[in-house]
């Protein structure tokens, strides 16, 4: 099976910059999800990283290193809109490369503060 | 374009009744999952659609679940003698495909807030 691990809450102040981390065990491992989820609302894909390294789009970057199993958002320039849940999920590995299910890790409720 | 819309946006329905949630995907997206959130957790999978065919309904928690999907877009999801345990918000999601890349960028709905007295 799958699990994720990360952080229930993280708390940061405006213009700061915040990491979130996610830890993961997988049999077969086929890449690193983030999702956004502003209360009452629809999560929202933010990034993917299949390989190594880091990636950036705009002021979120996604980091993923799969010889420790780990891999972290980081959110710079944080704004007040960034108050959020924001999930890490894995594809389930029973179906190889293909397939959708998506396991989701319990979420990281980053409060920005002014 | 329109994105995911779920119908209703909330249901309270009292234990024992049937209840039937619709999803209407992103025009053109392939593949379509159901997931269920409870306050303070993440997603969980119930089940993905790749056209019509149910391709893996293992999250659906007993027979009482059953989805469909008869012409590969809109999909209903169904559950019967609806228990207090049920309440939740239940997500659907679409994406381009299932292989690759396209699996990990799921486009969500707004959910359908379930509430069973």
């Known amino acids: 099976g799958q699990s994720l691990e990360q952080p229930s809450e993280v708390t940061a102040v405006e213009g700061a910059i915040v990491q979130i981390n996610c830890t993961y065990q997988?049999?077969?491992?086929?890449?690193l999800s983030w999702y956004q989820q502003h209360d009452g609302g629809a999560p929202t894909f933010l990034s993917y990283n299949a390989l190594d390294g880091l990636e950036e789009t705009g002021r979120f970057s996604s980091f993923l290193s799969r010889s420790d199993s780990y891999g972290y958002l980081l959110l710079q320039e944080l704004q007040m809109k960034d108050s959020a849940s924001y999930f890490c999920?894995?594809?389930?590995?029973?179906?190889?490369?293909?397939?959708?299910?998506?396991?989701f890790g319990q979420g990281t409720e980053l409060s920005v503060k002014p | 374009g329109a994105g995911v819309s779920q119908t209703p946006s909330n249901k309270v329905t009292e234990k024992g009744k049937y209840v039937e949630l619709r999803c209407d995907p992103i025009?053109?997206?392939?593949?379509l999952y159901w997931y269920r959130q409870s306050l303070g957790q993440g997603p969980e999978f119930l089940i993905y659609?790749?056209?019509?065919?149910?391709?893996?309904d293992s999250g659906l928690p007993n027979d009482r679940f059953f989805a469909v999907r008869p012409e590969g877009s809109v999909s209903t999801l169904k559950i019967q003698r609806t228990e207090r345990g049920d309440s939740a918000v239940y997500l659907c999601?679409?994406?381009?495909?299932?292989?690759?890349?396209?699996?990990?960028?799921?486009?969500f709905g707004p959910g359908t807030r379930l509430t069973v007295t």
């Open positions: 999601a679409s994406s381009r495909g299932t292989s690759g890349t396209s699996s990990y960028e799921q486009y």
């Open positions: 999920a894995v594809r389930d590995s029973s179906e190889g490369d293909q397939g959708g299910k998506l396991i």
């Open positions: 997988t049999s077969g491992f086929y890449g």
């Open positions: 025009s053109g997206h392939t593949a």
């Open positions: 659609f790749q056209g019509t065919g149910a391709a893996d």
